[in-house]
């Protein structure tokens, strides 16, 4: 029995298909990760102890694929080892099946796998859509090489748009900067279906779930991203909308509830 326990658990870390009604999320695993604690801020020595008593965070990085309105959407590809491109054939995805590619930001863990271990574009057939502040600050101010060397793969395919626009039928990009200036988190639409793809609105749910407040170093600018994961996750409450995350445990999808000052999965 605890050999098949075993293998059940390592299977199910593969990848996971849920359907909501006209919206089928098929969850992307690329890897686990344990750092310490020390990327915390604003968390106190006591509710350290309390939330993370091994003095470690248990976070994962994740991508989605969506199937809805007849169209497949690849939300962010993982980093740049091909991991998202094989989770993909395990689902019956080839690279050149993925048409439209969503990016939430430009940390590596999110647009790195557009390329493939040669440098080339991995998804050679896909459109991918980046906000434009997004773009502008990696790009034109930043001029970080590593994006710009792998939009270069998708030349003439690189779309951008405002948040707060309707980048396709049934997706909404929503400005939720402060991980990133342009960071986007996208509310999606089916029949009576909806789902919030959130980027890095929350990257350790032990402790940023109860103590929404607590930012981590990635954090651009740390003020701005509190607010913003306040403003969704309190929205996802009230209109029971659930959220699925590159950083969520696996799955990467929650539903929310309000708890005092912070929030609790159910």
């Not at 990327?39 to 976070?59: F, N, S, T, V």
């Not at 990085?61 to 491109?85: C, E, H, N, S, Y």
């Not at 993925?98 to 390329?115: E, M, N, S, V, Y």
């Not at 896909?126 to 970080?144: I, M, P, Q, T």
Request: hydrophobic share 40%; with cysteine.
């Amino acid at each position: 029995m605890k050999k098949f326990l075993t293998v059940l658990l390592l299977c199910l870390l593969v990848s996971c298909s849920a359907r909501a009604g006209g919206i089928e999320t098929v969850t992307l695993f690329d890897r686990q990760s344990k750092p310490n604690t020390s990327l915390l801020i604003g968390a106190d020595a006591e509710q350290i102890a309390r939330y993370c008593p091994d003095g470690k965070l248990k976070g994962n990085v994740l991508a989605f694929l969506v199937k809805m309105k007849g169209r497949a959407i690849l939300f962010d590809t993982g980093l740049p080892d091909g991991r998202i491109a094989a989770e993909l054939k395990k689902n019956g995805f080839a690279a050149e099946d993925i048409k439209t590619i969503l990016l939430t930001h430009l940390h590596r863990d999110h647009f790195g796998g557009l390329l493939d271990a040669e440098g080339k574009a991995a998804f050679p057939n896909a459109e991918v859509y980046v906000g434009r502040a997004e773009r502008a600050w990696w790009v034109d101010e930043k001029k970080d090489q590593n994006v710009i060397r792998a939009f270069a793969q998708y030349a003439g395919r690189i779309h951008e748009f405002e948040s707060g626009a309707r980048v396709m039928p049934g997706v909404k990009a929503l400005d939720t900067g402060g991980h990133t200036p342009g960071h986007v988190s996208f509310l999606l639409k089916s029949g009576k279906e909806k789902l919030l793809i959130i980027g890095d609105l929350i990257h350790f749910t032990g402790i940023q779930l109860p103590l929404p407040d607590v930012a981590v170093k990635y954090d651009v600018d740390p003020v701005k991203a509190t607010e913003a994961r306040k403003r969704i996750f309190d929205y996802a409450c009230e209109k029971g909308i659930p959220v699925a995350g590159m950083h969520i445990p696996f799955p990467g999808t929650l539903r929310l509830k309000k708890t005092g000052a912070g929030y609790e999965a159910y």
